[in-house]
């Protein structure tokens, strides 16, 4: 009874490195998404999946790429990490991309960069 | 533009008292749905409830009840007797027809209940 998987919890990168947060579900999940959460500001979107092979951009995408070649992952990677990527990002799912749909979230990835 | 706001930073209160949340929201579609989720101090977000714009019925569930008002576009959470485990942030989040199942957040209420 998995449900969202995020991995890891916890990272710190340099400046310039770069890395990818991984996301699984094993929900059989259509719509797959990232969040990234600051503080005073909620959670954004970052990217956005409504099935395998497609994807789209969200509210604050730069600097962030995503693939979604399985329905079960949804990876995030970055590509050349900066302080204001330091974050606590979120991955969810949800059966299908309609917006009454409940979203699952992972237990998130606190990410530092230095 | 779609805007969710949540004035209250944050909100103490001593245990059993009741304690409202407030969201106030914006959208263009005439077709939405809000929601509210916990984010307990160990960090993960937890889904209390989900209600379209086409059902102004007021919720109750246990000592959670929610008041939907198109009128003054307001989703308010209330608490009944709360308790030291409701110590939380609560965040208020609006998706809408238009745009797949992708959320707009609040920017959430910290909630310190006092024992």
């Known amino acids: 009874n998995a449900g969202v998987t995020q991995t890891p919890k916890f990272q710190v990168l340099k400046t310039g490195q770069s890395m990818t947060l991984q996301c699984a579900q094993d929900?059989?999940?259509?719509?797959m998404s990232w969040y990234r959460q600051d503080p005073g500001m909620g959670l954004r979107l970052i990217h956005y999946?409504?099935?395998?092979?497609?994807?789209d951009q969200g509210e604050v995408p730069n600097g962030y790429n995503v693939s979604r070649s399985t329905t079960e992952d949804f990876p995030l990677r970055l590509l050349s990490a900066a302080p204001s990527q330091t974050s606590v990002y979120f991955c969810?799912?949800?059966?299908?991309?309609?917006?009454?749909?409940?979203?699952?979230f992972g237990q998130g990835t606190r990410l530092t960069v230095v | 533009a779609q805007k969710v706001t949540q004035a209250q930073t944050e909100i103490s209160v001593v245990e059993k008292e009741d304690v409202t949340l407030d969201c106030v929201y914006e959208?263009?579609?005439?077709?939405?749905?809000l929601f509210w989720y916990k984010q307990p101090p160990s960090g993960e977000l937890v889904f209390l409830i989900r209600?379209?714009?086409?059902?102004?019925q007021n919720e109750i569930s246990g000592r959670y009840s929610w008041n939907f008002q198109k009128s003054t576009s307001s989703f308010n959470f209330t608490i009944t007797a709360s308790q030291v485990v409701d110590s939380a942030v609560y965040f208020c989040?609006?998706?809408?027809?238009?745009?797949?199942?992708?959320?707009?957040f609040g920017t959430g209420t910290r909630l310190t209940v006092i024992p």
């Open positions: 929900m059989n999940h259509e719509y």
């Open positions: 969810a799912s949800s059966y299908d991309p309609n917006p009454n749909t409940e979203a699952f």
């Open positions: 209600r379209n714009s086409f059902d102004e």
């Open positions: 959208t263009r579609d005439t077709t939405y749905y």
């Open positions: 989040a609006l998706s809408e027809r238009t745009g797949a199942n992708n959320l707009f």
């Open positions: 999946s409504v099935g395998a092979g497609i994807t």
